[in-house]
């Protein structure tokens, strides 16, 4: 098992790039003060003063506010109040979130649209969307970003034992109208998957200033391709090199276009259906995809091929199903 684990561990880390070093946490640097009970180089005890949040403790030593949850999982059940004592962590000692029992599972749930009311599966009705973002929230998960998951994935940080990555597919305008709203009530952020034909074409579709709005707010954008083709599905009379080449245009020029109207460097890519074949995944990566996720339902461990990452999409209604669907740990004794 251990040389199974070190094997992806060594895939992953060649698989993806170093567009995501940014999301490594830096180097803290700790001032000794009265307030500091005990310094190592693995972990601080302080004693509150008043007023201090996870955040700001989070900034102080480890130099990253977005690093609170280490300060809150260090400290479970902790209210935060002077003359509390806490523990805050210096090293990332789990950076695959693997221990004696199992390792820790990526979910990463997938939408398409939303409305009032909805008749197809594929369509969220925005007070059932509402409950399940407050289902995540009450139930302390948290909301990740590619750069924190491919970090994950490449053996390099550790991530919130209840990680989510949320994803939408196509590029409609009910995500900004109607899911953007219910996310930003809770504290969230998202991945939107667009096809580059669709953005700004009709009433339904997103346009490309509300995307630079999204990504403003920290919502990340990747590729759902040019025409939301099925990638592995080959046309009546066309060549093997006659398909590649469709396949290519397909991912460089939507590719392309997303670079261009987002200042970005496009390295996510959601498969049209969910379809893929080895030749998809090779021009994917030649295309400069450092993560692809198809709809084949499952978590996602750090050992995971990054360009064959799975997706749940949330079609049922009933929150019994949603919770389901949020596995983050998969028990596997390694002792």
């Known amino acids: 098992m251990r040389y199974f684990l070190n094997f992806f561990i060594l895939f992953g880390s060649l698989a993806l790039c170093p567009f995501f070093v940014s999301c490594v946490t830096t180097k803290p640097a700790v001032a000794p003060t009265k307030e500091i009970f005990f310094q190592s180089k693995d972990y601080v005890v302080y004693s509150l003063q008043g007023g201090e949040t996870p955040e700001q403790l989070a900034e102080r030593f480890l130099g990253n506010r977005k690093m609170a949850w280490v300060v809150e999982e260090a400290n479970p059940d902790t209210i ?5 004592v806490v523990v805050i962590p210096l090293k990332d000692k789990n950076k695959g979130g693997v221990n004696a029992k199992g390792y820790q599972t990526i979910p990463v749930l997938t939408y398409h649209r939303f409305a009032d009311a909805c008749k197809s599966k594929l369509c969220a009705p925005v007070n059932v969307f509402d409950r399940q973002m407050k289902y995540l929230k009450e ?21 919130p034992k209840k990680s ?9 305008r009910s995500v900004y109208d109607f899911a953007y709203p219910v996310l930003k009530k809770y504290g969230f952020t998202a991945t939107l998957f667009v096809y580059t034909d669709f953005v700004g074409v009709s009433r339904t579709a997103i346009t490309w200033e509300q995307l630079k709005e999204l990504k403003a707010e920290g919502f990340t ?8 083709c099925d990638l592995t599905k080959q046309k009546d009379d066309e060549s093997d090199s006659a398909m590649s080449e469709r396949i290519t245009e ?3 020029r939507s590719k392309a276009i997303i670079d261009k ?12 259906f969910g379809n893929f074949d080895p030749r998809v995944v090779k021009l994917s990566i030649e295309a400069g995809y450092k993560i692809a996720v198809s709809v084949k339902r499952g978590g996602n461990p750090f050992f995971a091929n990054p360009l064959t990452l799975k997706r749940d999409q949330i079609l049922s209604r009933d929150l019994d199903t949603f919770a389901s669907r949020l596995k983050t740990f998969n028990n596997f004794p390694l002792e």
């Open 261 to 272: 109207k987002l200042n970005q460097d496009t390295v996510l890519l959601s498969y049209p």
């Open 139 to 159: 139930n302390g998960y948290r909301t990740i970003t590619p750069a924190e998951l491919a970090a994950f994935l490449q053996y390099r940080r550790s991530l």
């Open 164 to 172: 989510v990555w949320i994803t939408m597919d196509d590029g409609y």
């Open 250 to 252: 397909e991912l460089k």
């Open 221 to 228: 954008v990747g590729s759902h391709t040019l025409s939301h």
């Open 80 to 84: 935060f109040n002077r003359g509390q």
